[in-house]
C-alpha cells in the first residue's frame, strides 16, 4: 500500500533562518510525489512536484525538495523563511495505478517567527 | 480559467437535515475528486470522477453520501441525515488527465452540523 508520513506535526523557526520539512513515503512503484501548502482560509495550492525527471525539484516561493529513493524521502527546504511561509503543508504521494488518487501526509504546521 | 470553484463556503445545518454541495472543475479537467478534511488531518480521499462515470468511493463514503456528475461537468456531494460527525471541510479537486498532472482544489465547504 501507499502511504505519506509527514515526521514533524508542527515546526517553529525564525524568520531568515532555513525550513526542512520531512516526508517520508511508502511506495511499490515509482512516485509521483507533491507538496502542497495551505493558508490560512485559502484553497490548497502546488509548491512543487517531483516525476522522475530530476531528483532535485524547484518550487514557487523559494522552496525547493529532493527525492531521495534509498531514504524513500522527499523533504521540503527553504534557505531563508518569511513570516508569509507561515501556513500548514502537506506532502502528497499519486498512486501509479487507483485512478491516481492523492493520498495525503497528515500536514506539517509551520510557524515563523520575528 | 477560474480555477476550481465550491458553493457554498460555508454551511450551518441542523443534525438529521440533508445538504449538498457543488463543485465547479476547472473546463477542460475530466478528472475530479471529493475529499474530507477536519481540523488538524490531512485531506481524505472520498471519491472519483472520471468525466460523468464514478469510478471509485472511500469506505469513508457512507450510504448516507453520494455524489454525482451529470453530463461530467460540475459534481454534487449530498449528505443524507446528517451526524455531527459529517463536520468537516469538504474539497473538490479537479485534474486533467496524467499520472503526474497538478491537482487544483477549490477553497472548500465548511459544513457545520449542530
Known amino acids: 500500500a501507499q502511504s505519506v508520513t509527514q515526521l514533524d506535526s508542527h515546526v517553529s523557526v525564525s524568520e531568515g533562518t532555513p525550513v526542512l520539512l520531512r516526508c517520508n513515503y511508502s511506495s511499490s512503484y515509482s512516485p509521483s510525489l507533491f507538496w502542497y501548502v495551505q493558508h490560512p482560509n485559502k484553497g490548497l495550492q502546488l509548491l512543487l512536484k517531483y516525476t522522475s525527471a530530476a531528483t532535485l525539484v524547484k518550487g514557487i516561493n523559494g522552496f525547493e525538495a529532493e527525492f531521495k529513493k534509498s531514504e524513500t524521502s522527499f523533504h521540503l527546504t527553504k534557505p531563508s523563511a518569511h513570516m508569509s511561509d507561515a501556513a500548514e503543508y502537506f506532502c502528497?504521494?499519486?498512486?501509479?495505478?487507483?485512478?491516481?488518487?492523492?493520498?495525503f501526509g497528515a500536514g506539517t504546521r509551520l510557524a515563523v517567527h520575528p | 480559467d477560474t480555477g476550481v470553484s465550491q458553493d457554498p463556503r460555508h454551511k450551518i445545518t441542523k443534525r438529521g437535515q440533508n445538504v449538498t454541495f457543488r463543485c465547479d472543475p476547472i473546463s477542460e479537467h475530466n478528472r475530479l475528486y471529493w475529499y474530507r478534511q477536519t481540523l488538524g488531518q490531512g485531506p481524505e480521499f472520498l471519491t472519483y470522477f472520471q468525466n460523468e462515470a464514478q469510478l471509485e468511493k472511500s469506505r469513508l463514503l457512507s450510504d448516507r453520501f453520494s455524489a454525482e456528475r451529470p453530463k461530467g461537468s460540475f459534481s454534487t456531494l449530498e449528505i443524507q441525515r446528517t451526524e455531527q460527525g459529517d463536520s468537516a471541510m469538504y474539497l473538490c479537486?479537479?485534474?486533467?488527465?496524467?499520472?503526474?498532472?497538478?491537482?487544483?482544489f477549490g477553497q472548500g465547504t465548511r459544513l457545520t452540523v449542530v
Open positions: 479537486a479537479s485534474r486533467a488527465q496524467g499520472v503526474n498532472t497538478e491537482a487544483f
Open positions: 502528497v504521494v499519486s498512486l501509479s495505478g487507483g485512478y491516481n488518487k492523492l493520498i
